[in-house]
């Protein structure tokens, strides 16, 4: 399927308009535009030509009406800690940096949902809460903005038991790509009223507008929350204590395993003494006794797997540092091997085939002479590789692309999917034709239909 | 917005060619083609011009195939329990019958899914799956199929603890408008590969496409199921117990709200003999320990709110009866006044908004002088209206429709949907862009990207 070349319209004309109304809202230094080009990952900058700050829901529909006329793409920017290069500007035009958008603007407590701009992180977010005994529970590691991780359907270390940002949306107040501004729903909790077009915007990574406002639940902070570690003899033991953790239904809240060769990584970088060895990082949310019960139930599975006693965090301090080692596992593995990159993927399968799909992807990275640990979501399914690759090393660099090949389409031959959270990008872009076949035509109709020039966020999800 | 003439073909020429192809899975008899025209509610039957029985996919396919070909309207058949005149051939045109297509086709017990055909329903399905120590939750009273509840977003009683079908659809096969076949995802939990196709299909109501194969989630039957209903001094008592349950975050698996003048018809009509007041009746699922600690929390909470004991059903078959109860308030309430017609609607609002959005209804039904049980799914904040009107009485009929159109507005004003479960159909067609405003302009636009033709269960949801 061949990229359709796209003409845009020069960006000057658009740009002097946009400095007319919004003056140093705009910014055109190319140290500020070489930073909007880039997120977190191995993909090169792809710099816009200007960087606008609007400071709420009407200056977007304008910023996008003056794009629209002179039919300029428009590229929205949170935090940029994505991983496959969504926010490079691959045909130029204007990115939106949503940063300073980050208010909260309504909580309702009684209803258990929020409503906030799409600036905010999600540590600002709970950092905003706390007082009021609510959580937002969706953690994809990095302090990402509400915002973006709507567009980019996150997920991470909580979803097992609380779900994907996919569940925990309920509205959103989007900037369609000819300044329209909408609302996709109610804060009620379910509705039967016509097409679900909040679930359509979560997950189109600004392809299809831009996210100015989200609704999102809100959870009770549990009476008891308490973590674990526990090792195993080997990958394929912790993986079958958690399918059957699973199947068994115990809710734990967060079910994460770790490699030994990330193990090693995460002592050497945060200075840890974790045993080095196959590895799952473990919470329970609950009352006092619910969360002693389901604890006790899964170690009972632990054991029949061979693996270890369950190590306590004995406070929430001590919980924390735990969970900031998990979540730096890639500045670890950079740690690692200073001089090279990291290339962080992921892949989601059927639980079922979990066991088997990280043992064969391991055995295939040493067959392949990289070095790429492991670590995931893996109650759902859900694995990370994070390839250290020194990309000047042509032999290495087409190793690790072979290698990433075969790991994602074993994934989809065992009826998984190609990203379980990271997202399409321009990097995933042959995987989901891959994956979906016809249904990536779906997908394209829906797209010119909504964007008819093109012009949000283009080449990334699919080509049009 | 004015309905646009939509012209169609006639349907004569599809229909022969659709005998030629397919024989005796036509039928043209006015008896057959007059029940296809109609659901379970008051509107009257719209006949379709004949009805076609196929046997899979590929045979759906055909039969759109030749509909498309000749622009004829193709309208998707199930069991006919929908409420809001879904299936009537408001344009004639071809009526799909699912039921025949009704296996399960897998189930991945270790997975904890199952991939159906449309035509089986609920009941069918948690009977096939008994052995396996599997259940499906989702139960919204009637039997109804599950293609039909897939393309309705069906919910019901257990939503509250599981979701609803856009929470436990995990994937669909879906025949397009122009025949062709697309798969909108795979079974993995979670995904962030491009855009929510099977949640844009959820709650289509047959307007995008015929669903042909869907993927659910399932649940291990709970170790412990306890059911008890509980009294109160008035819906309030009973709507503030359910409001703290919720923001408790009490796991309850069903917490159903019955008004008193239901009370009194579910005696009548299903023997039973409960107390004649406002009621919940509930249910908990977990753990033999953690079900009696649910059970306990929440009492506390009732008594709290004036709330009597919980009476206990001892086994499965007296909660069995009691459920059962429970489903058939549509059939009581019709036995109320056996020459009325039943008028069966439902609002959904934020929950900290449904003891004053029940209350404030219950007063405009007594000042509308007019017979309206109340029974809800209130622990998401979604309540029924079950009027029960002689429509013959054009007096009557009229406080019926303002009590209805006053109880929308009311829900819409305070945060809420025109419905949380029984959908658009043609019923709610103006409430839906009461709600919506703008957005229904995006949805046209998305009916008709994927149905340029307008064939899709035309005048359904929206008018094009």
Redesign the interface.
């Known amino acids: 399927m061949a990229q359709q070349a796209y003409e845009y319209g020069p960006s000057q004309a658009a740009i002097d308009q946009l400095v007319t109304r919004f003056g140093d809202q705009v910014s055109l230094s190319s140290s500020v535009r070489e930073r909007f080009g880039k997120d977190e990952s191995f993909h090169p900058s792809v710099p816009p030509d200007a960087v606008v700050t609007p400071n709420s829901t009407e200056e977007v529909s304008e910023i996008v009406t003056i794009c629209a006329h002179h039919h300029v793409p428009v590229i929205p920017y949170g935090t940029g800690t994505a991983l496959e290069g969504h926010v490079g500007a691959l045909y130029g035009g204007v990115c939106i940096n949503m940063m300073e958008m980050n208010q909260v603007l309504e909580v309702?407590a009684?209803?258990?949902?929020v409503v906030v701009q799409p600036g905010i992180t999600r540590k600002q977010l709970n950092e905003y809460l706390r007082d009021s005994g609510l959580f937002f529970p969706i953690d994809p590691g990095a302090d990402a903005s509400i915002g973006g991780m709507t567009a980019?359907?996150?997920?991470g270390t909580n979803?097992v038991r609380y779900?994907?940002m996919?569940?925990n949306v309920l509205a959103l107040t989007v900037v369609?790509a000819d300044g329209?501004?909408?609302?996709?729903?109610?804060?009620?909790?379910?509705?039967?009223?016509?097409?679900?077009?909040t679930?359509?915007f979560?997950?189109?990574e600004g392809t299809?507008g831009v996210i100015t406002e989200i609704t999102l639940r809100l959870?009770?902070i549990?009476e008891a929350i308490t973590s674990a570690v526990c090792t195993f003899p080997d990958v394929e033991s912790a993986v079958n204590t958690v399918?059957m953790t699973?199947?068994?239904?115990i809710p734990v809240a967060r079910i994460e395993l770790v490699d030994e060769t990330q193990m090693e990584a995460i002592n050497n970088y945060s200075k840890t003494d974790f045993e080095v060895a196959p590895t799952l990082f473990l919470e329970f949310h609950g009352?006092e006794?619910?969360a002693v019960?389901q604890a006790e139930s899964l170690a009972e599975i632990a054991a029949e797997f061979g693996g270890g006693d369950f190590k306590w965090t004995a406070n929430a301090e001590e919980r924390n540092r735990l969970w900031q080692a998990r979540h730096d596992v890639a500045y670890a593995c950079k740690a690692m091997r200073p001089q090279a990159q990291i290339w962080a993927t992921d892949v989601?399968?059927?639980?079922?085939r979990l066991a088997e799909c990280i043992t064969e992807t391991q055995a295939d990275i040493k067959a392949s002479r990289l070095l790429a640990p492991i670590a995931g979501h893996v109650g759902?399914?859900?694995f990370h590789l994070c390839l250290i690759v020194d990309q000047d090393d042509t032999d290495e660099q087409a190793r690790a692309e072979a290698l990433h090949e075969r790991m994602v389409m074993r994934a989809?031959a065992m009826?998984?999917?190609?990203?379980?959270?990271?997202?399409?990008g321009y990097g995933?872009i042959d995987?989901?034709v891959a994956?979906?076949?016809?249904?990536?035509s779906?997908?394209r109709?829906?797209?010119?239909?909504?964007d008819p020039g093109n012009i949000m966020n283009p080449g990334k999800?699919?080509r049009v």
Chains 1, 2 share one sequence.
Do not use: W
Not at 110 to 113: H, S
Not at 152 to 155: E, H, I, T, W
Not at 246 to 249: E, L
Not at 348 to 352: A, D, F, K, L, Y
């Open positions: 309702h009684e209803d258990l949902d980019c359907r996150a997920s979803a779900g994907t996919r569940e369609l329209r501004i909408i609302r996709t729903s109610r804060r009620s909790r379910k509705s039967a009223a016509g097409y679900d077009l679930r359509l979560v997950g189109s299809l959870y009770g549990p399918i699973i199947q068994y239904g009352t006794a619910y019960e989601c399968v059927p639980i079922s759902d399914g859900n989809l009826g998984g999917t190609c990203t379980g959270e990271h997202g399409i995933k995987f989901l994956e979906h076949g016809e249904a990536v779906v997908m109709t829906l797209k010119l239909a909504l999800i699919l």
